[in-house]
């Protein structure tokens, strides 16, 4: 059973514009989220996360909403540019679980049109 | 400062052979990590080491074996591969946990036939 979902496997996006991309989860156990974004031929780089104790977290053109009660979380890229063209994983750390481990979505692939 | 580096970047084994994927980390990370990435799959944790001395089972471990050699690398061994290990494996490394940032390898893509 996936525990984090993302449920969009591709998304295109004109330049300029904004981004949304989308992650449901399961887990109640769940208490800190976050997004990487992955080059092809690459390893995943970290991009932003957010804490179960907040709302929003903010890093320049990337912010992340957290929706606790309808256990959803969302990356917005504004504005969006063709260099953010890459796969974009959702990932889940379980409190319950030890703090080593985090739980990942199947990533939603994002292009940027110019 | 590499961060993390991989060997080999690809693999072709067959069925039953074995070998080992080495990983390194120069940012005096406590804590490393290997996933694999199946097409169309999210990121699963194989094993991971909390610290130096350390090694603990993650989501699919079976037919895996790790080994924390010092606090710099962590080895992935596969006794006795099999077409279902065909997969990229990361290794990536933290400073202690999953509420710090990982810093992911490039991957080793291997390819059991």
């Known amino acids: 059973d996936q525990q984090v979902k993302q449920n969009s496997p591709s998304l295109s996006v004109q330049e300029g514009r904004i981004s949304i991309l989308n992650c449901d989860y399961t887990n109640s156990m769940f208490d800190y989220f976050l997004w990487y974004k992955k080059y092809p031929a690459e390893g995943p780089t970290f991009l932003i996360s957010i804490s179960s104790i907040k709302d929003k977290n903010e890093d320049g053109r990337f912010t992340v909403f957290l929706n606790k009660s309808a256990k959803h979380l969302s990356l917005h890229i504004v504005p969006s540019q063709p260099g953010d063209s890459a796969v974009y994983f959702c990932?889940?750390?379980?409190?319950?679980?030890?703090?080593?481990?985090?739980?990942f979505g199947k990533g939603t692939k994002l292009s940027v049109i110019p | 400062n590499a961060g993390v580096t991989q060997t080999p970047k690809f693999q072709v084994l067959k069925t039953g052979q074995s070998m080992t994927l080495q990983c390194a980390q120069d940012?005096?990370?406590?804590?490393m990590y290997w996933y694999r990435q199946d097409p169309g799959m999210g990121l699963r944790l194989i094993y991971y080491s909390a610290s130096e001395g350390t090694t603990d089972k993650g989501e699919v471990p079976n037919g895996y074996n790790v080994s924390r050699l010092n606090k710099r690398e962590f080895s992935l061994r596969l006794e006795s591969a099999a077409p279902s290990q065909t997969s990229v494996y990361f290794c990536a490394s933290s400073e202690q946990g999953a509420l710090y940032e990982q810093y992911f390898g490039p991957g080793t893509r291997l390819t059991v036939t």
């Open positions: 990932a889940a750390r379980d409190s319950g679980a030890g703090s080593y481990q985090l739980t």
């Open positions: 940012m005096n990370h406590n804590s």
